[in-house]
């Protein structure tokens, strides 16, 4: 057989071609066998994913093809219903409703001829495996093919109950997060107040404490009086000698006691006045919750703030402000007051937590026909490069738990913004943060 001659037009080189080309086909062959393989597991894992996703899922899922034929459901829908995925495979639709209305209702979605409708809502009862009516709410999506034919239907749905629980679940949050809110913004005004308050209790006791010490003088000089007029009114019956009275009145001292008592009226009723002022004052600047505007002068606010921080506080804080000409706005008084009150003391409070050796402040007022606008640098440590996003967000504080709500800032933003202005931060060239306030100009009073 080896001696056969060669075939007759097929030389050496033709055949090196014919298995050269077979080596080639058989090695597309392993590469597309390869992709193939590929393919399918890649397929496999999608379908995989796919099938975890509706295992997962608890809302109840049917697909059906056109003709309301059941193609798919996914493990909610099997227990409600109480019926294995085999034997719901083919089992028309309407076989799992529970009522006539229901039946109607798909039968309508199925049958209307509109491909291209979006996902409509209604409500089904589905038999359960108790056969019981359970309410569904469900969204009906048609399937679409390559072609943009329509080949089915997905219901996608949750039993009613579930829905209203978990509304009435999230209504419950809701509300208690605006209480939660509420009690945050009280918190916050109470620790504005609570300052306020101490800067004025401080205020309050020099002139209350003066007036007490003329009252307890006054009390005592009364006692002696008495005790003189009614030795006056004993020597009128008895016809005491006057050199007893002159005796007892040197005695009592009575002569002093005449001249001292105008300059103690006069410095009680000048205590009690400086009392009705500095109640007047507080009247006018503490009240937060009224929404009155009328026009002010800023500069008057900013002493007001520096003071009863200084008083309540920060005593030794160093605060720069030279106020200049008058910088009308309209606003509150109250709002601008606590505004410029946490600002003032968070400036202390950077500079204090950075342990500078002096906590000063600078403030800065300018005003042009349209704009005021207000500069309050500090001398602390200036603001983080990651926090500057951050600090007018509510609840964010670099201060230590406890120390802050982190709501101050966020709550006078919004004030400046109620306002018609704005408020932003940056740092000084000079060191240290500084934060502005622009404000609409007012007219003058």
């Known amino acids: 057989m080896g001696n056969q001659p ?50 997962a899922m608890s809302d109840v899922l049917v697909a059906c093809n056109q003709l309301g034929e059941i193609e798919e459901t996914n493990v909610a829908l099997r227990e409600l219903v109480g019926l294995s995925e085999a034997s719901l495979r083919g089992m028309p639709i309407y076989r799992l409703l529970a009522d006539e ?12 001829g509109d491909t291209q409708r979006l996902c409509e809502v209604v409500e089904l009862a589905l038999a359960s495996a108790a056969r019981d009516a359970v309410p569904v709410e469900v969204n009906c999506t048609p399937r679409i093919d390559s072609s943009g034919r329509r080949v089915g239907y997905v219901f996608v749905g949750r039993p009613v109950g579930e829905l209203k629980r978990a509304y009435h679940e999230l209504r419950e949050t809701h509300e ?24 004025v209790a401080h205020e309050l006791n020099n002139p209350i404490s003066f007036v007490l010490g003329n009252v307890h003088a006054l009390k005592r000089y009364s006692d002696r009086l008495s005790s003189y007029l009614d030795a006056v009114h004993d020597a009128g019956r008895n016809d005491t000698p006057h050199h007893d009275l002159d005796a007892l009145r040197q005695r009592l001292r009575i002569d002093r006691i005449l001249d001292d008592l105008p300059s103690l009226i006069e410095g009680t009723i000048e ?3 400086r009392t009705a002022d500095i109640v007047s004052g507080l009247k006018r600047f503490s009240v937060v919750d009224r929404e009155e505007k009328g026009v002010l002068d800023l500069c008057a606010v900013v002493e007001r703030a520096i ?17 200049g000409g008058a910088l009308n706005v309209t606003g509150n008084p109250g709002q601008l007051l606590q505004v410029l009150m946490n600002l003032i003391q968070n400036a202390y409070d950077a500079a204090t937590a950075a342990r500078v050796a002096q906590p000063q402040l600078w403030i800065e007022g300018r005003a042009d026909a349209n704009l005021v606008s207000l500069a309050l640098r500090d001398n602390g440590p200036g603001i983080a490069a990651e926090h500057m996003s951050q600090i007018f967000d509510p609840f964010f504080t670099t201060k230590p738990v406890g120390k802050g709500t982190g709501l101050g800032l966020s709550i006078s933003y919004g004030i400046i913004e109620q306002h018609g202005g704005r408020l932003y931060a940056r740092n000084a060239a000079e060191g240290g943060a500084e934060f502005v306030i622009e404000l609409p100009a007012g007219p003058a009073y």
């Open 101 to 112: 209305a229901s039946v109607r209702r798909v039968r309508e979605v199925i049958e209307q």
């Open 307 to 323: 003071h009863w921080v200084r008083k309540g506080t920060a005593p030794e804080f160093a605060v720069h402000w030279q106020p």
């Open 176 to 199: 208690a997060l605006k209480r939660t809110q509420r009690q945050l913004l009280h918190s916050e005004k109470m620790a504005s107040l609570g300052r306020l308050v101490a800067g």
């Open 271 to 273: 205590g009690a006045q």
């Open 6 to 55: 060669p075939i007759e037009g097929v030389d050496e080189a033709t055949w090196v071609d014919v298995i050269q080309k077979m080596d080639e086909v058989y090695s597309q062959l392993v590469r597309d066998e390869i992709a193939l393989e590929e393919k399918n597991e890649e397929l496999e894992r999608s379908q995989r994913f796919i099938f975890s996703l509706l295992s």
